[in-house]
Each structure stands twice: as structure tokens, then as C-alpha cells.
């Protein structure tokens, strides 16, 4: 077992650097696992373009990840050296107000473990108990990479309650507008309207179900897709790209009636300017939506492991641990969508 491990730490924002780490120490109740597979995602990307108050700088970046376990804690009685597994990134404590009301994903005391760019990770216990999971002998780590994104997809679709049948407009269409996409369509819609700014992730979106797909830079969304509705706009829409220019598309998008998410997480000093006499008369109903409960993770593992729900089809490229940076620019410019981090690549 080596003592040093390279990791990709973060140390302001536009600032990465691969260093030589130590391999983290591990509890009675903790797992360390060396990771085979770590993808990118857009709080990597936020993270590394402004901070983000879950992550300290100088901690190393990233936090889904699958691997293999090369060490379990003394009290760990589920899992053991070799086994194959998906850890989520988090924990809630369980014995809150909010835990046990169902709102896990708001605890106060929530556990989160970053680090996934390196090439060892310590997995706490709490996570260990809560969201750990023993990957299928049938599965890859391609097949069930992306479990900590897609379970809050989950989580906000299971706020939508969406039905069969009914139509749904998705302001974004990166990593999680993809997700969304996928389960929509296991949960029945009959039309998908998939809008971005990116011809590669159009390509994919059409390629996974989208009945429709628009370029905002090309034509007016909002007309589009009044015209793709007769008039209307569509049952649902789902903001996935964290702009204040998403959430006013998402909520012009509607019909009367309409349900709209607000997925993508904005700047702490933005804000916005409603049309409340639009909102009120036209009752359209809005949700938030932050992170997920264990429930979420465990419906996200199941959609993963069965198939129903595309891991491979989200992953562009692999790139090594040098490349991160790379990779970053190259999801912030649309070039991909997610990218495959192995730390045993060469660069």
C-alpha cells in the first residue's frame, strides 16, 4: 500500500494543482477505496470557476466516484477488501427535525466527502452506512458512475410528481437536463422539448428520446415552444443551467396551470425580477429543489443497475488526473458532457 497518492486540489477559484497527497487515514467505521473512475460535474465546474461554500480550498476536487476497497475500518461489517462499490457523497444525520420529516437532503447536520479526483479516497462511516453500495457483477463503472447527480434528479422529480402523458420543456440540456430527459421518459411523458445553446448535447438529447430540440441561439425558445404546444407551452419545464436568463425561460415556458423546477442553483447575489401578475393568475406552481434524501439514492441506484437510466451515453471522454482542468473548460464550453477522470491514465 503506498503512502502518497496525487490529487487535484483546489486552491482558489481558476486555481487547480496536482500534488503529491498522503493516502487519507482511515476510522474503525471508514472505508478507503481506490478509485478506478471519478466524473466531472457542474459543481466541479462552479466550484472551480467562483468557490462554493461546501468545498475549502485546498481540499482536493470531486465527488462521484466508483472504485475498489483496499481497507475497511474494524467496525465495518457490509463491505470488505476487493468488493466493487458506488459511494454517494454525503450523509444526513438521521435524528433532526428534517430527517425525520423526509427532508434528509436539508439536514443541518449533513455529512459531505469530497476528493474524488485522487487516486485514493476515504469513505466516512456514516456514508458508509447510509449510501454505500456494492456494485453488480453485470454493472461496469461506466454503468453506475453518476449515482450522486442522478439521485437528485430524482429527488426533484419526485417533487413534479410528473403523470403520463404529460409534456415537458428542459431549459438546459447538460449532465442533469439529461438525466431529467431519461426519466421523464421512464416516467411516461409524451413530449420532451430539449433546449441548450450546445449542438453536441442536442445531438445526444435527440439520440436519448427528445421529441424536439432547439437552439437558443438560433431561434426564440419560447416561440418554438409555443409552437411545438399549440400555443400553449408545456405541462412542466426543468431549469438546469443555473442562470437567471434559465429560470425566466422555465417560467415562460408553461401553459396555464403549469409546474415549473428550478434545478440549477444560482449566485448568491442574484436575483429576480418576477412577473408576479403572470405567476399568480396563470397559477403556475414553482419548486426548488437541493441535493437528495437516502431514499433518492437508493431509487437512483436501482435505475442505474437495471439499465433504466444511461450512465455510458453522459460520459464523452477519459481523461487522467493532469487533465482535469481540461476537462472542466471543455463542459463549460459544451465541447462534452461528462468526463471519465481515471487516475490510472497517462496523460
Known amino acids: 500500500m503506498p503512502q502518497t497518492m496525487r490529487g487535484v486540489v483546489y486552491l482558489e477559484p481558476l486555481k487547480l494543482e496536482l500534488r503529491e497527497l498522503p493516502v487519507p487515514k482511515i476510522g474503525e467505521d471508514d472505508l478507503l477505496v481506490k478509485i478506478h473512475l471519478a466524473t466531472t460535474c457542474g459543481t466541479d465546474l462552479k466550484t472551480y470557476k467562483r468557490g462554493h461554500h461546501e468545498i475549502p480550498q485546498g481540499s482536493v476536487l470531486g465527488h462521484e466516484l466508483v472504485g475498489e476497497i483496499v481497507e475497511a475500518g474494524k467496525n465495518v461489517r457490509r463491505f470488505k477488501p476487493g468488493m466493487r462499490v458506488l459511494p454517494h457523497n454525503s450523509a444526513p444525520c ?14 443541518e447536520s449533513i455529512l459531505f466527502n469530497f476528493g474524488a479526483f485522487a487516486e485514493y479516497i476515504r469513505i466516512p462511516g456514516p456514508i458508509v452506512d447510509i449510501n454505500t453500495f456494492e456494485i453488480p457483477a453485470a454493472c461496469s463503472y461506466e454503468d453506475v458512475a453518476v449515482l450522486e447527480p442522478l439521485s437528485t434528479v430524482v429527488h426533484g422529480q419526485r417533487l413534479l410528481k410528473l403523470e403520463q402523458g404529460e409534456s415537458i420543456a428542459l431549459v438546459g440540456i447538460g449532465p442533469i437536463g439529461l438525466m ?6 421512464n416516467g411516461g411523458a409524451s413530449k420532451i422539448i430539449a433546449v441548450d445553446i450546445s449542438d453536441t448535447r442536442l445531438k445526444i438529447a435527440k439520440e436519448l428520446g427528445a421529441t424536439h430540440i432547439i ?20 405541462d412542466v419545464s426543468i431549469e438546469s443551467t443555473g442562470s437567471v436568463a434559465g429560470w425566466q425561460s422555465s417560467l415562460k415556458a408553461v401553459r396555464k396551470g403549469g409546474r415549473v423546477l428550478w434545478f440549477g442553483g444560482l449566485k448568491p447575489e442574484d436575483r429576480l425580477d418576477l412577473a408576479v401578475h403572470h405567476i399568480h393568475y396563470n397559477e403556475i406552481t414553482i419548486f426548488n429543489t437541493h441535493h437528495s434524501t437516502p431514499l433518492d439514492v437508493h431509487i437512483a441506484f436501482e435505475l442505474l443497475t437495471s439499465g433504466r437510466v444511461d450512465a455510458r451515453a453522459l460520459i464523452s471522454t477519459e481523461m487522467p488526473l493532469e487533465r482535469v482542468e ?3 473548460l471543455k463542459m463549460a464550453a459544451g465541447e462534452v458532457v461528462k468526463v471519465a477522470i481515471k487516475p490510472n491514465l497517462t496523460a
Open 180 to 185: 431529467h430527459l431519461q426519466m421523464a421518459l
Open 94 to 107: 438521521g435524528k433532526c427535525y428534517l430527517c425525520k420529516h423526509g427532508q434528509g437532503n436539508l439536514c
Open 326 to 328: 481540461e476537462a472542466l
Open 215 to 234: 437552439n437558443a441561439n438560433e431561434v426564440d425558445p419560447i416561440e418554438a415552444i409555443k409552437q411545438f404546444t399549440h400555443g400553449m407551452g408545456t
